[in-house]
């Protein structure tokens, strides 16, 4: 039976967020970046998932512990070469390899496995994630040929005028033939710009060998927002907050007002639970039914059993240390 695996990007130093913190443990909406990458990769049927690592390695290995394998790249020179780093646990296995970065928060499960479900379906080489931002800027090109079939991906600061024009652009993140994956990885080269092995270089070298490659289109841009900076955090933290907020109230909850709450990624809420305004639960809270939470209410790591009403309150302990407030 044919296995599928994923390996996650996470080697790099990000110095754009000007931080001491490696990028990927950056938080948003009060969990690392890159456990949101690998909490929907977990939603999917993947028999290994192992993770890159190289700047400040013993930070990310701590805060994911043993809930994924490593492999550790010790000087950063290109996606393709971290990719590389994987091949000790997966490079003699056969099956499907996602592989992703971890610094795209807000990629959901369901897109993910679409672009496997694809990438099997019409059983190709490669699959690529694209997009179509308003503003391709900073991303890499996909360019097909006459008759709409992918090409290569070309990175902008090696694109042509013509090829910048184009705005269907690479999410960076692919599914590969696991196999032929690291057989392309050895024909990667450093003929470019930043002297870099670029991982989108596979694509060209499976269409020279006349593999196929397939294209799956991202639903929703925001979904590919790779974080970079501080600014690009923030965008990314407003935009998961509205995803979170939405949930709740799908699932039950009153949130009297939206933009005055936050809510972390972690926190659950029983059902006919009524949320006041500026109330702020973080951590793990957990929120009974038919609780009543707020006014000016700041938790973390709080449990309030149901029917429970905790107003003008702010406790950050843990939540085995923590009374009841009724």
Do not use: W
């Not at 805060?63 to 990719?83: C, K, M």
């Amino acid at each position: 039976m044919s296995e599928t695996f994923a390996v996650v990007l996470a080697a790099g130093k990000g110095t754009r967020m000007k931080s001491d913190l490696p990028k990927v443990l950056h938080k948003v909406c009060g969990k690392p970046m890159v456990e949101h990458v690998i909490d929907q990769l977990k939603h999917l049927s993947i028999d290994e998932i192992v993770t890159v690592v190289g700047h400040q390695s013993e930070r990310i290995q701590e805060q994911l512990g043993s809930t994924v394998d490593y492999a550790y790249q010790a000087e950063q020179l290109g996606t393709a070469h971290a990719v590389k780093m994987s091949h000790e646990q997966l490079g003699h296995r056969e099956g499907s390899t996602l592989i992703i970065t971890g610094d795209t928060p807000l990629i959901s499960s369901g897109t993910l496995a679409d672009c496997l479900e694809l990438h099997q379906e019409t059983n190709a080489a490669a699959t690529i994630l694209t997009m179509q931002p308003d503003d391709p800027e900073g991303y890499g090109r996909i360019i097909r040929n006459e008759q709409g079939q992918v090409e290569r991906i070309v990175e902008e600061k090696d694109a042509s005028e013509q090829e910048r024009a184009v705005n269907e652009v690479n999410s960076g993140i692919f599914c590969f033939d696991n196999q032929l994956l690291f057989e392309a990885l050895d024909l990667v080269s450093t003929d470019n710009e930043q002297g870099e092995y670029y991982l989108p270089d596979v694509i060209e070298v499976l269409q020279r060998k006349g593999e196929r490659i397939s294209a799956a289109r991202m639903p929703e841009v925001e979904e590919g927002l790779g974080i970079n900076d501080r600014t690009q955090l923030a965008k990314a933290e407003k935009m998961l907050q509205k995803r979170i907020i939405e949930f709740h109230m799908e699932n039950g909850v009153t949130i009297i007002d939206p933009f005055s709450t936050y809510i972390g990624a972690d926190v659950t809420i029983g059902i006919d639970t009524v949320i006041e305004p500026r109330t702020h639960l973080r951590g793990k809270t957990k929120i009974g039914t038919n609780c009543i939470i707020g006014p000016d209410v700041d938790l973390e790591n709080y449990e309030a059993a149901d029917r429970t009403k905790v107003k003008n309150f702010s406790r950050t302990n843990d939540i085995s240390s923590l009374p009841y407030v009724n």
